[in-house]
């Protein structure tokens, strides 16, 4: 019962300003008139033309007007007689470098070699070999190099050794179906003392 007496009261509540406010908006429904302003008269004349317009100067009698004066470009300075320019050139010479094949000697294949030693600065009990093979001649000249039969990737290689001791070997060259075969002997270099 409490319940529904605070809903009634509340309900009463909001409803007494909501009437009253659309009460107020009922009663001003009339629509009011629009303020009279006097009547508008013209003063054309009735042949139709327009009057000439009054132009007044913005300047007083015997003011004179400002003048526009053009800008003039300022002149470059002008060198003295002896200090002519002088324009230095300097022919570029572009050379073409025709490449020139290696002269193919015909003739039987031949092989030489050269063996050099040094001692492995971090192990001195083995000395590095470097090898360097000189082919020519045979029926062509792509020539594949064998060191103790094994193909190496160029003229040019090294191999691993025993220092102060001997070393048997063998370099071979293969061109063209020929081949040439070396075999060496030679001592590995000792570490110094």
Not at 27 to 49: E, F, K, R, V
Not at 104 to 120: K, M, Q
Not at 160 to 165: A, D, E, G, N, V
Request: net charge neutral.
């Amino acid at each position: 019962m409490k319940k529904h007496a605070t809903f009634l009261l509340l309900l009463t509540l909001w409803l007494i300003p909501a009437l009253a406010c659309n009460a107020i908006t009922t009663l001003d429904t009339t629509p009011s008139a629009p303020p009279t302003s006097p009547p508008l008269t013209s003063t054309l004349p009735t042949t139709g033309q327009l009057p000439a317009p009054t132009i007044t100067p913005l300047v007083g009698p015997g003011t004179p007007l400002p003048t526009f004066t053009p800008r003039q470009p300022t002149p470059l300075p002008t060198p003295p007689p002896d200090s002519t320019p002088t324009i230095e050139i300097t022919p570029t010479i572009t050379a073409t470098v025709t490449p020139t094949p290696t002269p193919f000697i015909t003739g039987p294949l031949t092989l030489s070699y050269v063996i050099t030693w040094t001692v492995d600065a971090n192990n001195t009990s083995e000395a590095i070999g470097f090898i360097t093979l000189t082919a020519s001649g045979g029926l062509t000249n792509t020539y594949q190099y064998y060191h103790d039969d094994l193909l190496q990737p160029g003229p040019k290689f090294s191999f691993r050794w025993r220092t102060c001791t001997d070393r048997p070997g063998s370099v071979r060259v293969d061109a063209g179906g020929e081949s040439v075969r070396i075999n060496y002997y030679e001592r590995a270099i000792c570490p110094p003392p």
